[in-house]
């Protein structure tokens, strides 16, 4: 018989859960140390207790409690940087768990389930400027609190830089209309075609004539920062973001013979993959960083090269080359250094080490700002971003909060996703009353890394999203493939739920096989070796269990 199990000792690995014939054992994943997962999750995202969930069966429960800090999985499954996955505990097994393919699998499972309309609880009204990351999960957190809120939106359609800066190889226009479709069925009304700020469609001081009581500022960055150089207004010359934006319009850019993009972010591999598949003969890219030092994340870097395009690291821009009043190329020279011993921006080149590269087309992709002149009157802007209050999100005026890339500078969408969340909780505050800085959840700590679990944990093999080449009637096609839903369980059992406690749930059902023993890793779980050792009683069963 089951008899007892060492909280000191057991690591919440699952190994139990997992193997006992008999159904006897839970995990109880609600503990306060958080796995090395969710403390590197930017949303703060319960992957242990999700990855649980699923572990049982329990989809619908998993993608409610993904919506609880984090409403747009299918968008972030797609997206995120997954820093998660470089701090999971299974490293030290064999690979890391396929955290974001198993977000990106429930994700689209719960954008096809029915979604309740919350109640309107407010009349207070609120306004959101911009519909990017950051403006869109403010709108969704006030909208679950029953505010009625207006997301007011520049381009034509809703999305913002999900939108129009995100090709859709990697984020479906289809992921984002359908994620909009559903912010709309909660009540939230989106005003596109309309710039705020002053001197445009509609100033702040407007905002409140028309009855907002608050508003949140998300305008993102969504121009590129211009090189003063010789020869940038040549024709083949483009701009990182612009050239984005035009390929999501109505009119994407024409494209031929060789292009070059100057940069090594990950809008710089965005704008180099758009044009191979937009029928580019050759594409190149040239960064001031050293491969190891490239600004844009690995899985990008590693998308860049199955492409088929080249990147001279160490390198930056030099003369713009001309034939007969068109782009012909550029002369790059060697970047010797990117940083001062202060750490700051400084590039260094050696003027006599240069490279020669042929282009007809060049984009620059160096860097983004945001337009913020318009919001200049109202808040306080510092070095072109709005200065928020670390906690709150709140700016210089009263009832103005700001998150996103305008007011942190250019960051991952799941960043912006969690500093939307945080306005929304402070607009919430201010609105009725209370201090905005509330009762802030205290910081958790994470588990130490010798209660990991490790040791006796069998090697299971990964997991892998598939990538086919895109068709060639649909360049713009998704090529990353979701797991099939088998494949979401095998990688949601390889979760070691890091911190879990395991708790004796089904005594009676135990048949004293010595299996969870024999396999319990940390060796946390005594076996009786008698069936029954005396007459049971409510009273002794719950004894046991303690």
Known sequence: ????????????????????????????????????????????????GNHYLIQQGHLGEAARRYRIVQPF?????????????????????????????????MGDWD???????????????????????????????????GYPVTVFEAMPLPGGMLRYGIPTYRLPDAIVAAHIARLEAMGIAF???????????????????????AVMLAPGTTVSRKVRMEGVELPGVHWGLEFLRANRGDEQPRLSGDVLVIGGGDVAVDAAITAKRLGAAKVSMACLESRETMPAYPHNQ???????????????PGT??????????????????VVDEQGRFAPLFDENATMRIRADHIIFAIGQASELDGFA????????????????????????????????????????????RECAFSIDRMLKGADIRGERERKRPELPEEQWPREGIRHEPRQERASLPAPADDPFAETLRPLDMEACFAEALRCMTCGSKSRITYTDDCMTCFNCELNCPSGAIYVHPFKERFARTLDQIEADNR
């Open 377 to 420: 009157k109202d808040v306080r802007i510092e070095q072109g971003r709005i200065v928020i209050e670390d906690v709150t999100f709140s700016t210089s005026a009263w009832g103005i909060f700001a998150a996103g890339d305008a007011a942190t500078g250019p960051s991952s969408v799941v960043s912006a996703i969690a500093g939307g």
């Open 1 to 48: 018989m089951i008899h007892s199990i060492d909280p000191a000792a057991c690591t919440g690995c699952g190994t139990c859960t997992k193997t006992c014939p008999l159904d006897v054992f839970r995990l109880e994943p609600a503990q306060e140390a958080l796995s090395p997962c969710m403390a590197a999750c930017p949303a703060g995202v319960d992957i242990r």
């Open 302 to 316: 590693a998308d860049a090269l199955r492409e088929g395009i080249e990147c001279h690291c160490g390198f930056g």
């Open 111 to 145: 954008l096809k389930a029915p979604l309740e309309k919350p109640a309107r609880r407010h009349i207070t009204k609120v306004a959101v400027i911009g519909s990017g990351p950051a403006g869109l999960s403010c709108a969704w957190f006030l909208a679950q609190m």
């Open 191 to 213: 005003r596109c075609n309309t710039k705020i700020g002053e001197g445009a469609d509609l100033s702040l001081s407007d905002l409140k004539r028309l009855g907002f009581k």
């Open 73 to 105: 999985p299918a968008i972030t499954g797609r997206v995120c940087f997954h820093p998660c996955e470089e701090k999971c505990a299974r490293n030290h097994v064999d690979e890391a768990v396929n955290i974001n393919a198993v977000e990106q699998i």
């Open 320 to 337: 713009i080359l001309q034939e007969n009043g068109h782009v012909a190329g550029m002369e790059l020279k060697t970047c010797i250094r």
